[in-house]
């Protein structure tokens, strides 16, 4: 699926907040190498845009920690590769779709769709 197909079929609103996040792999191996750091381009309540200089590949499930600046704790997320796109400038663009979003409670996907939905209203 390309950026521009993923974009058409957003359901939540995006925040163009840039934050560092890292991210580990989880198939075959991925689990034991060290994480690899990234800066968000956007995110949603359903997903996130980040920039790294790791490619990925779309399908691949991915394990990644957001710090947020609403919240004292990192936001741990689960979720699949949707894009990549290598960028002009070097480096890479993913895009993913987040299938589970907590730091050990239930209502944290609730929790920044809530924070997007107020940095926006703000705007």
Known sequence: MSKSEASDRRQFPRLRESCRI??????????????TPALTVN???GGVRFQSDEPAQAGE?????LTLPEFADPV???????????????G???GMEF??????????QQAVSGHIRKALERS
């Open 22 to 35: 890292r991210f580990k792999r989880l198939e075959a191996g991925g689990a034991a190498a060290p994480p």
């Open 43 to 45: 995110i949603s309540g």
């Open 61 to 65: 499930l991915l394990a990644i920690e």
């Open 76 to 90: 741990i997320a689960l979720g699949r590769v949707v894009w990549c796109e290598s960028r002009p400038e070097g």
């Open 92 to 94: 890479h663009e993913l």
């Open 99 to 108: 299938w589970w979003v907590g730091w050990g409670d239930d209502g944290a």
